[in-house]
T-cell receptor, first 112, second 115 residues
């Protein structure tokens, strides 16, 4: 039962442009959402998170938007840099349940 | 501060064997979670330990087990290995676990290959 979905397996974007990654979830009880970045042969690295009481959180080049009515969140990276080329995972949790559920990931390639 | 460390990084086993993986969390972190990553299933939650107690468990068979020691280090054991257990096993630590909304920090993983 895939409760967190990333429907785009890959995304190609030019250096300097905006990268927009999307994530949908089905469980309305989720109250905490995170984005992780993963390079090959490494563990996921935490990027940014957002609580369900907010609709936007910003950290440097990374902004996460949450639309609870649509059960949708997105990650914006501006401007995109070559080092951003990686797989990005969306994750969600219900704090009372204590476990993260991950999407399948989106491979981002930033081209010069 | 040192990050999460996992040993070994790579492991090759044959079907029917058992394996033990080790995870040392970030100093001060009391929660350790384990995940399995496979190309077909993505990242799936195995279990979470907090203060030496299993606090949460995913949908995996009983062949998958774990434990946590008083210093918060954790081990994961898989018995009677099957070909389908070939995966990257990731450990993540956090201060108090996702129950408190703490961010989980991941180790580099152990790549297990079952032949």
């Amino acid at each position: 039962d895939q409760q967190v979905k990333q429907n785009s397996p890959s995304l190609s974007v030019q250096e300097g442009r905006i990268s927009i990654l999307n994530c949908d979830y089905t469980n309305s009880m989720f109250d905490y959402f995170l984005w992780y970045k993963k390079y090959p042969a490494e563990g996921p690295t935490f990027l940014i998170s957002i609580s369900s009481i907010k609709d936007k959180n910003e950290d440097g080049r990374f902004t996460v938007f949450l639309n609870k009515s649509a059960k949708h969140l997105s990650l914006h990276i501006v401007p995109s840099q070559p080092g951003d080329s990686a797989v990005y995972f969306c994750a969600a949790s219900r704090r009372s349940a204590g476990k993260l559920q991950f999407g399948a990931g989106t491979q981002v390639v930033v081209t010069p | 501060k040192a990050g999460v460390t996992q040993t070994p990084r790579y492991l090759i086993k044959t079907r029917g064997q058992q394996v033990t993986l080790s995870c040392s969390p970030i100093s001060g972190h009391r929660s350790v979670s384990w995940y399995q990553q496979t190309p077909g299933q993505g990242l799936q939650f195995l279990f979470e330990y907090f203060s030496e107690t299993q606090r949460n468990k995913g949908n995996f068979p009983g062949r998958f087990s774990g434990r946590q020691f008083s210093n918060s280090r954790s081990e994961m054991n898989v018995s009677t290995l099957e070909l389908g257990d070939s995966a990257l096993y990731l450990c993540a630590s956090s201060l108090e676990g996702t129950l408190r909304g703490d961010t989980q920090y991941f180790g580099p993983g152990t790549r297990l290959t079952v032949l």
